[in-house]
């Protein structure tokens, strides 16, 4: 997050070293905001986009769709968060 989102949004910056110190590489960024996109070029394994508008439930499809491609990136290796 940045500028006024960063009031109750984690930065990025800290976000990615954290991740990067604590996982390596074996880790995926999945973003469920609707509001903002993180740039896939930023996080090595790229960003998930899974827009779900703040607030809100996200359907049945997003739900599904997520579990998939988390399924998919957790069968891939015993070491990936």
């Known amino acids: ?6 009031l109750f949004r984690n930065r990025f910056e800290a976000v990615r070293v ?4 604590r996982h390596d590489c074996n880790y995926k960024v999945f973003n469920l905001c609707d509001e ?4 896939d ?8 986009h899974i827009p779900v508008i703040d ?6 499809q997003q739900i599904f769709d997520f579990c998939a491609v ?3 990136w957790m069968d891939g290796n015993q070491n990936r968060v």
């Open 1 to 6: 997050a940045d500028s006024l989102n960063s």
């Open 18 to 21: 954290y991740l990067q110190e």
């Open 36 to 39: 903002y996109r993180y740039s």
């Open 41 to 48: 070029a930023k996080f090595p394994n790229g960003v998930v």
């Open 55 to 60: 607030h809100e439930t996200p359907s049945m």
């Open 70 to 72: 988390a399924k998919e």
